[in-house]
Antibody
């Protein structure tokens, strides 16, 4: 059974940093691309970032480019999102999500339950 | 990376069919057959319903179908059932990344 378990969310002040982690199990992690997708309270889904199976292809939404960094450790079956210079508008539930192939095609077949990030003073 | 445009809400009675549109540009929907659709019930994670414009993952009812014409993709749900009431999001590959639609709330009357 595929499982994606996010952690690292919490309350953080504007301008500070936070690192999200996603522990994956139930599939061969290094065979698939991965994504972070967020959802602000009461709002829609927003793609944040994606990374190919070998970290050779990485993409970011314009809203986070230059502030967020995605990475993965295939030996640890883990995905990460380093979030710097956080803003109030980054407040959201952050989902770790599995792509159905090695590359970023946005066919997301499994989602975690999310970790909540709240940016507020 | 502007969000794809979806109607905020649609509704239908049980047994009827509804269609949700998803309008993008020639940089996303219009250029790639990598449009997917997701269903999200309140408090739950999204679920993949359609991928590559019109393909259904195993386990998804054949009442769900997808299509595309130019810069607009569509999701059609036939034989509406109460459990179809949810939010629906389209998503498209856009070259350097991806973009979701704003979401459509489906109400089954």
């Amino acid at each position: 059974e595929v499982q994606l378990v996010e952690s690292g969310g919490g309350l953080v002040q504007p301008g500070r940093s936070l690192r999200l982690s996603c522990a994956a199990s139930g599939f061969t992690f290094d065979d698939y691309a991965m994504h972070w997708v967020r959802q602000a309270p009461g709002k829609g889904l927003e793609w944040v970032s994606g990374i190919s199976w070998n970290s050779g292809s990485i993409g970011y939404a314009d809203s986070v480019k230059g502030r967020f960094t995605i990475s993965r450790d295939n030996a640890k079956n883990s995905l990460y999102l380093q979030m710097n210079s956080l803003r109030a508008e980054d407040t959201a539930l952050y989902y770790c999500a599995k792509e159905s192939s090695r590359w970023l095609q946005f066919i997301i077949d499994y989602w975690g339950q999310g970790t909540l990030v709240t940016v507020s003073s | 990376q502007s969000a794809l445009t979806q109607p905020a809400s649609v509704s239908g009675s049980p047994g009827q069919s509804i269609t949700i549109s998803c309008t993008g540009t020639s940089s996303d929907v219009g250029s790639y057959n990598l449009v997917s659709w997701y269903q999200q019930h309140p408090g739950k994670a999204p679920k993949l319903m359609i991928y590559e414009v019109s393909k259904r993952p195993s386990g998804v009812s054949n009442r769900f179908s997808g299509s595309k014409s130019g810069n607009t993709a569509s999701l059609t749900i036939s034989g509406l059932q109460a459990e179809d009431e949810a939010d629906y999001y389209c998503c498209s590959y856009a070259g350097s990344g991806g973009v979701f639609g704003g979401g459509t709330k489906l109400t089954v009357l």
